[in-house]
């Protein structure tokens, strides 16, 4: 059992750090540069663009043998959902013999540094790539890249950095033999704590003496009671969003619900008709998932971010938090996806076209949260096409998304499903577009009928991204790339 306490505890370097008194919403970097001097872990933006921030949080693997990390900005996570998780930083790389990892010593030979300041964010990033791709493609290594923000060396050096140190195969893991025990002897509890009536309390990870608290709970049954209890506290998923706030408009909630240790709600169920995907499961494994079935959304997801926020942010966080240009929505909006909402024991499903109410609005009521993204799987004959339009490549914001999903008879647009993100106050489908494409051959649809559904669906606004007229030739110009060329049939 959990007991009670104002600490949180995880692993660092072979030690078990225990922080007591931090604040619910103190960020891991304040930690580790205030309280445990790692000063080599830097702050740039403060907000996840730099990448100067990034360390490794490391977790006890299913099988208990082992610990799986991931890279994280440090400088948007809150210290309470470490605990019981471990904790790599650029100085935990030095062995004691002095000598460094074979990332940092090519870094040095190779010239990846001048100014340094990026440079452990850097090396982060790429330590935690070789440790669980040991031979990484030249893109490999530049997606691993693509959060960590160089101004002054370039990345050439870095890239050929790398691939002097892969060439030294065995000296790529890091050695955390002396933290798996610890790991193991910190682990949270996996069951509710009840009263002897059989109520659920929920341990707090941090508790003020004013009432505020941090709770981390581990099953689903826990996170409905909370929210039941606390209708009023706020849910942290991935924390990409929390994250900012805090740092930015000094967000302080009084009472904080970490997902990201509720099993159920990390689990993607696999279905004949659909994946059913868990509140928690991060945008990195859905990356991976639909590869395969939906290479567009895989590609879409790629572009978001960069991989230290795919490591922990979430779907649900996404959805939630609704922006306008919030890049999963017309992906799953064009594919059908529906949301269960859970209130206490009761649960309800909302197709996501219909979540939305306006601009960061939605149905959910006051203690109901998201519990499951379904989104259905491929059917036969079925094409998907999305795509991102933004002015970087990667770690930049849409100016708009789009994402279209139909199957062809006789040659003939059917079940046509198009969404876009960046033109209205929240993501949504488009069906004046759609009634333009259904039951057309794509050589028959006109630009010209689909700028007159886009003028006639939209409010035409400039945007800080892009103008309107920019955005709504792009909305036209993407639906007549999805349908050209394609001439997939239904059997
Ligand atoms: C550097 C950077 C780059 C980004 N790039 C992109 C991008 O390319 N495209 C894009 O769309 N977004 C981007 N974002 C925004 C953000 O990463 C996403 O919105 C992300 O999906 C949020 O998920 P999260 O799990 O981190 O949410 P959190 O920050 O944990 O939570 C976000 C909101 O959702 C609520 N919430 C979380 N889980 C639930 C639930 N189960 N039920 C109900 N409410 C819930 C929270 O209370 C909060 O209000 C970026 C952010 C940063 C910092
Ligand atoms: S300080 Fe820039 S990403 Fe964290
Ligand atoms: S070495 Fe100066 S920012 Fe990268």
Not at 57 to 86: F, H, M, R, W
Not at 242 to 252: M, S
Request: proline share 5%; hydrophobic share 40%.
């Amino acid at each position: 059992m959990t007991p009670v306490s104002n600490t949180v505890r995880f692993v660092l370097d072979g030690q078990i750090v225990e922080a007591q008194g931090e604040r619910r919403t103190t960020t891991v970097l304040d930690y580790l540069r205030e309280q445990l001097h790692r000063t080599g872990t830097k702050e740039g933006c403060a907000e996840g663009d730099c990448g100067a921030c990034v360390v490794m949080v490391g977790e006890l693997n299913a099988a208990g043998t082992g610990v799986d990390y991931l890279p994280v900005n440090s400088c948007i996570q809150l210290l309470p959902s470490l605990d019981g998780k471990s904790i790599k930083t650029i100085e935990s790389l030095k062995a004691s013999d002095g000598r460094l990892h074979p990332v940092q010593e090519e870094m040095i030979k190779c010239h990846g540094s001048q100014c340094g300041f990026c440079t452990p964010g850097i090396v982060m990033s790429l330590v935690n790539l070789v440790q669980v791709l040991p031979q990484p493609s030249r893109q490999q290594i530049t997606d691993s890249l693509s959060g960590n923000l160089c101004r002054c060396t370039g990345y050439t050096p870095i890239i050929d950095a790398t691939f002097k140190a892969v060439e030294r195969k065995t000296e790529l893991k890091i050695d955390d033999s002396a933290d798996l025990p610890l790991l193991k002897s910190i682990q949270r509890a996996k069951t509710p704590t009840l009263t002897l009536d059989g109520d659920i309390i929920v341990q707090p990870v941090v508790r003020t003496r004013k009432g505020s608290e941090f709770v981390s709970p581990a099953t689903l049954a826990e996170v409905a009671d909370y929210l039941q209890k606390n209708p009023g506290a706020t849910l942290l998923a991935g924390s990409t969003e929390i994250g900012l706030q805090v740092n930015k408009k000094f967000l302080r909630p009084s009472h904080i619900m970490y997902l990201g240790n509720v099993a159920e709600l990390r689990q993607v169920t696999d279905t004949a008709q659909a994946w059913r995907i868990g509140a928690a499961v991060s945008l990195a494994t859905l990356e991976t998932l639909l590869a395969q079935a939906y290479p567009d959304f895989s590609e879409v997801l790629r572009r978001f971010g960069s991989p230290p926020i795919r490591s922990t942010a979430t779907l649900a966080g996404n959805i939630a938090n609704g922006s306008p240009i919030g890049d999963s929505m017309p992906c799953l909006m064009a594919l059908g996806a529906s949301l269960v909402l859970r209130q206490g024991d009761q649960t309800r499903t909302v197709l996501l076209e219909n979540f939305y109410t306006g601009m960061k609005q939605n149905v959910l009521k006051t203690g109901e949260f998201i519990e499951v993204i379904v989104l259905p799987k491929p059917v036969a004959g079925q094409v998907f096409r999305a795509h991102k339009v933004s002015k970087r490549f990667e770690q930049d914001i849409s100016a708009t998304c789009a994402a279209i999903s139909y199957t062809l008879k006789s040659g003939k647009l059917s079940g046509v499903k198009l969404a876009y993100n960046g033109l209205a106050p929240s993501p949504c489908r488009a069906p004046k577009l759609e009634a333009v494409l259904e039951g057309k051959t794509p050589a028959d649809v006109k630009a010209a009928d689909l700028d007159a559904a886009i003028a006639a669906s939209f409010t035409a606004r400039d945007g800080l991204r892009a103008t309107w007229a920019y955005r709504a030739l792009v909305a036209r110009n993407l639906v007549l790339d999805f349908i050209e060329e394609q001439t997939t049939e239904v059997a």
